[in-house]
């Protein structure tokens, strides 16, 4: 396992994290367990959940799995708060009352007395950042976090955070994670020379596109269908499901081929020889998935590969649309 220093902290994490967005949801908790004991063991110390995900289970599995095999202090435990946990008008946001109630139900599911990267799930434009800053800050005085990150943040407002935590003597913010894979290169255009510039880690989520960058994806809308680009209850996949995915994967099913590696497992590789990225978010389903993930370490990206992927989207382009999700006004204030 190679690791990376996570922006300016001293921390070390594995250049490759687990993200536990399926764990208690599509992944049962059993099979959970089993994938954070063999990532662990394969040296993977970057864990990567948030509250909301399959309405607090993923925490719970985490937590249990923890507890079980009792590795808690080998692990740099990141978990996010933002998003609506009940139909309550208050139980959401970027508020000092939703964020001190979560980060202790957070700290509950996951049984443990702290955590390590506490991170807005995304910025929100109804609470002033300086609110949110103290809020996190009186987090981190009382040892139950350890540092905060952003996540899908414009640039501008991170280094908004920035100069409000210098103004106030507030800790900030000290990783950024935003979605980045061959099809959305958007973040190279400003997010990451900021984070390059204010000495903070990047952390992209989707690395593989959502599965469209895994090369299991054909052209026929039906090749979809049981996954989720084709879940009808969310369209919005469908967005990031289009020919220009396909066209990268035709552009480097070749390459990866010539160096005996996946679809997957180049995009992953790619990823991790960007300039700034520390360490890319590997959602798994099943423990084959992540083992399959992991083999991206052992591949090596040539400057002929950069000119390959940069010949299908180029540089800050993007043929997928990962941010329109992540940056819809006011979204998260909807009650259904």
Request: charged share 25%; net charge negative; hydrophobic share 35%.
């Amino acid at each position: 396992m190679r690791y990376n220093n996570l922006g300016r902290t001293g921390v070390n994490v594995s250049a490759i994290g687990l993200g536990c967005m399926m764990f208690g949801g599509r992944t049962s908790p059993e099979d959970s367990y089993e994938i954070i004991d063999y990532a662990l063991d394969q040296g993977v110390n970057f864990l990567d959940t948030a509250n909301v995900y399959n309405g607090g289970r993923s925490e719970e599995a985490v937590g249990e799995a923890l507890k079980r095999n009792g590795r808690r202090d080998d692990v740099f435990l990141a978990t996010k708060v933002h998003g609506r946990m009940s139909p309550a008008p208050n139980d959401l946001g970027n508020s000092r009352y939703h964020i001190m109630r979560e980060c202790e139900e957070s700290l509950r599911r996951m049984q443990t007395d702290h955590i390590d990267l506490y991170q807005l799930h995304r910025p929100d434009p109804d609470i002033a950042i300086d609110e949110t800053l103290r809020a996190m800050d009186d987090l981190i005085r009382a040892g139950k976090v350890r540092y905060i990150g952003t996540s899908n943040f414009g640039a501008w407002q991170t280094v908004e955070s920035i100069w409000a935590a210098k103004e106030l003597g507030l800790n900030r913010f000290v990783s950024d994670q935003s979605p980045y894979n061959m099809s959305d290169r958007r973040v190279e255009r400003e997010q990451i020379p900021m984070c390059q510039t204010y000495g903070m880690a990047v952390i992209p989520w989707s690395p593989l596109g959502g599965g469209g960058l895994t090369g299991k994806y054909a052209r026929t809308d039906s090749q979809a269908a049981g996954t989720r680009f084709g879940d009808e209850t969310d369209p919005g996949k469908l967005q990031r499901f289009s020919d220009g995915v396909l066209d990268i994967v035709d552009g480097i099913k070749p390459l990866a081929d010539e160096k005996g590696c996946t679809v997957a497992q180049f995009a992953l590789a790619w990823l991790m020889a960007q300039p700034g990225v520390t360490a890319p978010i590997a959602g798994p389903r099943t423990l084959e998935q992540y083992a399959d993930n992991l083999g991206a370490l052992d591949v090596t990206i040539t400057d002929e590969d950069r000119a390959v992927v940069d010949s299908v989207n180029p540089p800050g382009g993007h043929v997928a649309d990962f941010f329109e999700a992540s940056f819809t006004p006011n979204a998260h204030r909807v009650i259904t």
